[in-house]
């Protein structure tokens, strides 16, 4: 597995490990010691780690990838080039069941830079010959998440800056269940695109879903102001002038945000046979907050 120290594959993790799996583990920093886990110690351009990683293994797991990286080449480099090391991992461990982490940016690569190379890992998972299955996550949200963190803490003042348009979303550990679940299955998902969500019917308006945050944090009203994408863009060009390589609203993140579509679409979910979500948006925003706050993020 890549990617088990961050936010989706600590969650992947946690659940394969409670359903019996042994997960071998890729890290680029020493870690505690864990069962069930074995550390392997490496990164995604080192292929000898990844062939320890992949040595013995009955599934590949492919979570890792970049977000937020300054050029359209270190885009490349941490979702293209990377998913070709792991896979080429994993054909020389003699692994066929390759499971794919993407994003609903690659169906517009042409709007950013991460889109484009989450298309162009697609690509390379779709060419490898192995018995694959790809993964669009819609807005991921639960305890340990850093990206929507700020929506929480801006509900909890009781006004929220908000996109136009529209979005899915799903909670970390209903993905991670689908994930675990996807490793074990070599019937009905291979060969397949999956866009997972939380089961709500043409997803959420941003203002709906930022209402369905406040009401978690025990806000009962809300005033949300539209972000025009105007707005968004010029936001990205003066955040990475005032913080450049720690920026986080970048050009690049500010024109995937402006897009109005962010719907999981329809026909994608995987079969109900395979998986459903089974927690209730509200409950899962609700645990979020308890968890924020046992943390004291929030």
Same mark, same amino acid.
């Given at each position: 597995?890549?990617?088990?120290?961050?936010?989706?594959?600590?969650?992947? !993790? %946690?659940?394969? /490990?409670?359903?019996?799996?042994?997960?071998?583990?890729?890290?680029?920093?020493p870690q505690p010691e864990r069962?069930? /886990?074995?550390?392997?110690?490496?990164?995604?351009?080192?292929?000898?780690?990844? =062939?320890?990683?992949?040595?013995?293994?009955?599934? /590949?797991?492919?979570?890792?990838? $970049?977000?937020? $990286?300054?050029?359209?080449?270190?885009? @490349?480099?941490?979702?293209?080039?990377?998913?070709?090391?792991? &896979?080429?991992?994993?054909?020389?461990?003699?692994?066929?069941?390759?499971?794919?982490?993407?994003?609903?940016?690659? %169906? @517009?690569?042409? *709007?950013?830079?991460?889109?484009?190379?989450?298309?162009?890992?697609?690509?390379?998972?779709?060419?490898?010959?192995?018995?694959?299955?790809?993964?669009?996550?819609?807005?991921?949200?639960?305890?340990?998440?850093?990206?929507?963190?700020?929506?929480?803490? !801006?509900?909890?003042?009781?006004? =929220? *800056? $908000?996109?136009?348009?529209?979005?899915?979303?799903?909670? $970390?550990?209903?993905?991670?269940? *689908?994930?675990?679940?996807?490793?074990?299955?070599?019937?009905?998902?291979?060969?397949? &695109?999956?866009?997972?969500?939380?089961?709500?019917?043409?997803?959420?308006?941003? #203002?709906?879903?930022?209402?369905?945050v406040a009401r978690a944090v025990?806000?009962?009203?809300?005033?949300?102001?539209?972000?025009? +994408?105007?707005?968004?863009?010029?936001?990205?060009? *003066?955040?990475?002038?005032?913080?450049?390589? #720690?920026a986080k609203l970048t050009p690049?993140? +500010?024109?995937? &945000? =402006?897009?109005?579509?962010?719907?999981?679409?329809?026909?994608?979910?995987?079969?109900?046979?395979?998986?459903?979500?089974?927690?209730?948006?509200?409950?899962?925003?609700?645990?979020? /907050? #308890?968890?924020?706050?046992?943390?004291?993020?929030?």
């Amino acid at each position: 597995m890549t990617g088990a120290t961050g936010f989706v594959g600590g969650a992947t !993790m %946690r659940q394969a /490990v409670a359903a019996g799996w042994h997960v071998r583990a890729l890290t680029r920093r020493p870690q505690p010691e864990r069962g069930g /886990v074995t550390w392997i110690a490496g990164a995604l351009d080192d292929k000898d780690s990844l =062939a320890e990683m992949a040595k013995g293994a009955d599934a /590949v797991m492919h979570i890792a990838g $970049v977000v937020n $990286v300054p050029t359209r080449a270190a885009f @490349e480099a941490g979702n293209a080039t990377a998913t070709a090391h792991v &896979i080429d991992a994993a054909r020389g461990a003699g692994v066929t069941r390759f499971v794919h982490v993407s994003s609903l940016a690659a %169906r @517009e690569p042409g *709007l950013s830079n991460y889109g484009w190379s989450k298309e162009r890992a697609e690509a390379v998972v779709k060419d490898s010959g192995l018995d694959w299955t790809i993964v669009r996550p819609p807005a991921v949200f639960g305890p340990g998440d850093t990206e929507m963190l700020d929506l929480f803490r !801006m509900a909890r003042r009781g006004i =929220a *800056l $908000v996109p136009n348009g529209r979005m899915s979303a799903i909670y $970390v550990d209903e993905l991670a269940r *689908l994930l675990v679940t996807l490793a074990a299955d070599r019937t009905v998902s291979i060969g397949q &695109i999956y866009e997972p969500d939380d089961g709500k019917p043409t997803g959420w308006s941003h #203002r709906g879903f930022a209402r369905a945050v406040a009401r978690a944090v025990g806000r009962q009203r809300l005033s949300t102001l539209a972000t025009p +994408a105007l707005l968004l863009k010029a936001g990205g060009r *003066l955040d990475t002038f005032v913080r450049r390589g #720690r920026a986080k609203l970048t050009p690049d993140r +500010a024109r995937y &945000i =402006a897009h109005p579509d962010w719907v999981a679409t329809e026909g994608k979910c995987p079969p109900a046979e395979l998986w459903r979500p089974e927690l209730d948006a509200d409950e899962a925003l609700a645990e979020t /907050v #308890r968890w924020y706050r046992r943390k004291g993020w929030l």
